[in-house]
């Protein structure tokens, strides 16, 4: 988040002498403006622009009975380069829980000795969508800097009020560009106790002191000369690797002067989220009760009762997110959600726990963060470790099954591949909670097959025939991607999700089949044609039956690449190729059976003669969720051992008359 305070010339001075003097702005910032340039790009080479200071400040009064939250935002960028012009457009965000109170901006251009500040005048505000929200009360306030070159400083100063003390921030000690100066210090009086974690912070040396004065208490961090973060791609979330810190309110006192518990534990994050729930489902919808009874009639089982209204609400319930305050956090009655045909994860996740009340199934809420979040309740106990909500059905004792009907794709038995191996928070009554974790789905549960026969024609190339099926995630994944496209489109998607050999890779029909059928592979039976494939030399004939060729280039630059990747599932591909032995001609090299067995990574891929036919099949599996990087230089292995039989042909020669 960003914003700014925009300060006149004269009083912008004034309090710099000011910082200057306590000690809190570094005695750099005093330079000359191309003295100041020059000593950040030494320090920072090849960055086109530096934070000289970053810093907040946060207040806590207490109000009666509540905590009032004032956080002021100070940031100060100093740009090297023409290129960072790049960065003279910002916004600023106001929501429920962050009311934006003051903004202003300025450029603060370079003038002999000094400085110029051009204030910025042109402040326009909309609403924020994000992807997959249909509604959001955030809102963004735009801006330019004006006069944005190198050596000049675009300063930003704003003002938000957080009118629930549980909906805090996080504060990181880093951003996309270099930061010289990072600061937050929490104020509060000695009442209120306050609370913090800290992560990622074994390689970056972070500075707390305590002050207390009278009736307050101030803590303050500080963390200097801070490098721009690794750019990786299919890295994970900042909150993985950036060092950051959570401030949160654990005690404050009560009317009667006892002390009343916030947020120091899962106890009273529950007893948070419970009021939430406390009150839904108070009269039963008639409607939605004959539809429950219509489902049931003729299941043998409460798995099978379970499966059909899990997959009801998949169907007719249109996911639509909706972030609106405190209705971010509160699920809609089930009875309005199935009027209406529409809700987000919560409110679908009511309606399921309410349909399979009505059937006499055990289930509950669940709260769980997706996989964008590292916490973990034991270590982090606040509303920020959770961005979702599902039901959970206890099929047996301690044996769990993830419902999440957002996911219209997700078969029964599978939860949803962005929270797997987290921590679900289970509502089991209004005052008892359990914490209990989603398995990691193993490779088996999410393959890829691929069937297909091969003939050589008389032009140098295939003509193959097969099928294609997936499952588990891989179902999901590709099905989302077909959904909705039309036929011309839908080709195009389908000849990518195909293509092999070269890019003389034709689709001569193809069909799909099962797109929205639960619990059966998503098929697709295709012919094709490949030109100019196969190798002729004189009396022999080379084909590659690696037609596909995954991970072929996936090696990764151990000595560059600084952050883990993340992987969405692990999975297994099977191929098995036929490819019919051309008249007139006989085997002369048949490859050998080719394999490498690792935890993370592996292959096989075997030849065999059948008949008038020469088989391949080739298996591979990949195993992880997250590599991190003291595991590249064993990924990399394993992929020269797959591009080595990757290499491997067969060869025919012409029989002798």
């Known amino acids: 988040m960003k914003a700014n305070k925009h300060l006149r010339r004269r009083a912008a001075l004034l309090v710099f002498s000011a910082l200057l003097t306590a000690g809190?702005?570094?005695?750099?910032?005093?330079?000359?403006?191309?003295?100041?340039?020059?000593?950040?790009?030494?320090?920072?080479?090849?960055?086109?622009?530096?934070?000289?200071?970053?810093?907040?400040?946060?207040?806590?009064?207490?109000?009666?009975?509540?905590?009032?939250?004032?956080?002021?935002?100070?940031?100060?960028?100093?740009?090297?380069?023409?290129?960072?012009?790049?960065?003279?457009?910002?916004?600023?965000?106001?929501?429920?829980?962050?009311?934006?109170?003051?903004?202003?901006?300025?450029?603060?251009?370079?003038?002999?000795?000094?400085?110029?500040?051009?204030?910025?005048?042109?402040?326009?505000?909309?609403?924020?969508?994000?992807?997959?929200?249909?509604?959001?009360?955030t809102r963004a306030t735009t801006f330019s800097f004006p006069a944005v070159s190198a050596g000049a400083r675009t300063v930003t100063d704003y003002t938000v009020r957080h009118p629930d003390p549980r909906f805090l921030m996080p504060f990181y000690f880093g951003a996309?560009?270099?930061?010289?100066?990072?600061?937050?210090?929490?104020?509060?009086?000695?009442?209120?106790?306050?609370?913090?974690?800290?992560?990622?912070?074994?390689?970056?040396?972070?500075?707390?002191?305590?002050?207390?004065?009278?009736?307050?208490?101030?803590?303050?961090?500080?963390?200097?000369?801070?490098?721009?973060?690794?750019?990786?791609?299919?890295?994970?979330?900042?909150?993985?690797?950036?060092?950051?810190?959570?401030?949160?309110?654990?005690?404050?006192?009560s009317a009667a002067g006892q002390a009343r518990r916030m947020l120091a534990g899962v106890p009273e994050l529950y007893n948070l989220y419970s009021g939430f729930v406390s009150n839904l489902n108070t009269k039963e919808s008639p409607g939605l009760r004959h539809v429950v009874d219509s489902l049931v009639v003729g299941a043998k089982t409460e798995q099978e009762r379970v499966q059909r209204i899990y997959y009801w609400v998949q169907d007719n319930i249109r996911y639509v997110a909706f972030e609106n305050g405190m209705g971010g956090f509160i699920p809609r009655d089930a009875g309005q959600v199935y009027a209406k045909r529409y809700g987000d994860c919560k409110d679908m996740a009511n309606l399921t726990r309410e349909m399979l009340r009505m059937t006499g199934v055990?289930?509950?809420?669940?709260?769980?963060?997706?996989?964008?979040?590292?916490?973990?309740?034991?270590?982090?106990?606040?509303?920020?470790?959770?961005?979702?909500?599902?039901?959970?059905?206890?099929?047996?004792?301690?044996?769990?099954?993830?419902?999440?009907?957002?996911?219209?794709?997700?078969p029964y038995g599978l939860p949803s591949s962005f929270i797997q191996g987290k921590e679900a928070l289970l509502a089991i009554d209004g005052k008892t909670c359990k914490v209990v974790e989603v398995p990691v789905m193993e490779n088996n549960r999410s393959p890829v097959a691929d069937v297909s026969v091969l003939t050589l024609d008389d032009k140098g190339g295939l003509r193959g025939k097969g099928s294609?099926?997936?499952?588990?995630?891989?179902?999901?994944?590709?099905?989302?991607?077909?959904?909705?496209?039309?036929?011309?489109?839908?080709?195009?998607?389908?000849?990518?999700?195909?293509?092999?050999?070269?890019?003389?890779?034709?689709?001569?029909?193809?069909?799909?089949?099962?797109?929205?059928?639960?619990?059966?592979?998503?098929?697709?039976?295709?012919?094709?044609?490949?030109?100019?494939?196969?190798?002729?030399?004189?009396?022999?004939?080379?084909?590659?039956?690696?037609?596909?060729?995954?991970?072929?280039?996936?090696?990764?630059?151990?000595?560059?690449?600084?952050?883990?990747?993340?992987?969405?599932?692990?999975?297994?591909?099977?191929?098995?190729?036929?490819?019919?032995?051309?008249?007139?001609?006989?085997?002369?090299?048949?490859?050998?059976?080719?394999?490498?067995?690792?935890?993370l990574f592996g292959f096989r891929i075997k030849y065999e003669r059948q008949g008038n036919k020469i088989v391949q099949d080739k298996e591979l599996y990949i195993n992880y969720l997250m590599l991190q990087p003291q595991q590249f230089n064993q990924w990399n292995a394993g992929i020269d051992k797959l591009n080595a039989a990757y290499r491997e042909t067969v060869i025919f020669k012409k029989k002798r008359v």
């Open 176 to 253: 996309h560009i270099p930061m010289r100066h990072a600061e937050l210090t929490v104020t509060a009086p000695r009442s209120i106790k306050v609370s913090h974690k800290l992560f990622h912070v074994e390689n970056t040396p972070v500075n707390f002191t305590k002050q207390e004065k009278g009736n307050l208490v101030t803590y303050r961090w500080t963390a200097d000369n801070l490098p721009s973060p690794p750019r990786d791609d299919d890295g994970p979330e900042v909150a993985y690797y950036l060092p950051h810190l959570v401030y949160f309110v654990e005690e404050v006192p």
């Open 468 to 599: 294609l099926q997936l499952s588990g995630y891989a179902k999901v994944r590709q099905s989302y991607a077909l959904d909705g496209l039309d036929h011309l489109e839908e080709t195009r998607y389908v000849k990518g999700l195909l293509e092999r050999g070269n890019n003389k890779f034709f689709v001569d029909k193809y069909s799909v089949s099962h797109l929205d059928t639960h619990d059966q592979p998503l098929t697709i039976d295709y012919e094709y044609r490949l030109q100019d494939y196969v190798q002729k030399l004189d009396d022999e004939i080379y084909v590659n039956l690696n037609l596909e060729q995954p991970y072929a280039h996936d090696k990764i630059d151990a000595s560059k690449r600084r952050l883990p990747r993340v992987n969405e599932y692990a999975h297994q591909n099977r191929t098995r190729t036929e490819l019919e032995i051309p008249a007139g001609y006989d085997v002369e090299y048949l490859p050998a059976t080719a394999e490498s067995q690792d935890p």
């Open 362 to 410: 055990k289930s509950y809420l669940t709260w769980i963060g997706t996989r964008d979040l590292p916490y973990r309740y034991s270590e982090l106990a606040t509303p920020g470790v959770d961005n979702h909500m599902i039901t959970t059905y206890e099929a047996s004792p301690g044996k769990y099954v993830f419902l999440d009907a957002t996911n219209k794709y997700m």
């Open 24 to 137: 809190l702005v570094a005695p750099a910032q005093a330079q000359q403006p191309m003295q100041l340039v020059t000593q950040m790009q030494t320090q920072f080479p090849g960055e086109k622009a530096v934070y000289l200071d970053y810093r907040t400040d946060v207040t806590l009064e207490l109000k009666g009975d509540s905590v009032v939250v004032l956080a002021k935002h100070h940031q100060d960028m100093l740009h090297l380069d023409a290129q960072s012009a790049m960065y003279a457009n910002d916004r600023v965000f106001n929501s429920h829980f962050s009311r934006l109170q003051k903004l202003d901006a300025r450029t603060m251009v370079p003038a002999g000795n000094s400085y110029k500040a051009v204030k910025v005048t042109d402040f326009k505000e909309k609403f924020e969508v994000q992807s997959g929200i249909f509604y959001d009360d």
